[in-house]
Each structure stands twice: as structure tokens, then as C-alpha cells.
């Protein structure tokens, strides 16, 4: 089993900047891949950012330049570096941790809401 404790989040102005964390914990191996989604009201859950164990990332077309992912492995956490954060940023942001070698699993955070006002 694995929990993620996500924190970070709250309310900024647009043009400003939060840092999001997110620690995996429990007796585990470590998960391949650790990243971020969002979800908006009456839209679909959406990549944010992703990184692999080896460093390698992947973001969504939206925040590519202004977001920032970064993880240590020895701790088994991940942070998000948001700047630049937009009134369209405005979402609930799920820490994910996920394992695609044996033994597999796909874990969720319970989420943290990220507001930016205009």
C-alpha cells in the first residue's frame, strides 16, 4: 500500500507562483513514474507534468515553460514549481505514483486545490 501526501496548494494571484509536494509512503517499491494531473470543474482529469525515475519528464501543451517538475528519489517525493500560474491553472491537482514493473500499481493523492485569482 502507498499514500501520498500532497501539499502545497492555496490561492495566488495571477502571475504568481506555488510549489507543490507530494510524498509517497508505506512499504512499497519504488514507483516508476511520479506526477501531477488536474481537474477542473466540468472537464476531464489532465496530465500536468510527469517524471520517471531516471529524470526523464513529460508536460501537458498547457503549462510547457512554466511549470517545473522535479523528484528525489531518495525520499519518494515529487514537486511541482508552478510560475506563471494563470486563472485557467485554477483546479484540483491529484499527485499520482505509479509502478509499470513488478509489483505494478497505480496510486492517487486526495488532491489539493490550487486557486489564481485574475
Known amino acids: 500500500q502507498v499514500q501520498l501526501l500532497e501539499s502545497g496548494g492555496g490561492l495566488v494571484q495571477a502571475g504568481g507562483s506555488l510549489r507543490l509536494s507530494c510524498a509517497a509512503s508505506?512499504?512499497?517499491?519504488?514507483?516508476?513514474?511520479m506526477g501531477w494531473y488536474r481537474q477542473s470543474p466540468g472537464k476531464q482529469r489532465e496530465l500536468v507534468a510527469s517524471?520517471?525515475?531516471?529524470?526523464?519528464?513529460n508536460y501537458g501543451d498547457s503549462v510547457k515553460g512554466r511549470f517545473t517538475i522535479s523528484r528525489d528519489n531518495a525520499k519518494n517525493t515529487v514537486y511541482l514549481q508552478m510560475n506563471s500560474l494563470k486563472p485557467d491553472d485554477t483546479a484540483v491537482y491529484y499527485c499520482?505514483?505509479?509502478?509499470?514493473?513488478?509489483?505494478?500499481?497505480?496510486?492517487w493523492g486526495q488532491g489539493t486545490q490550487v486557486t489564481v485569482s485574475s
Open positions: 499520482n505514483a505509479r509502478r509499470t514493473t513488478r509489483p505494478e500499481y497505480d496510486y
Open positions: 517524471i520517471s525515475t531516471e529524470g526523464s519528464t
Open positions: 508505506g512499504s512499497f517499491f519504488r514507483p516508476n513514474v
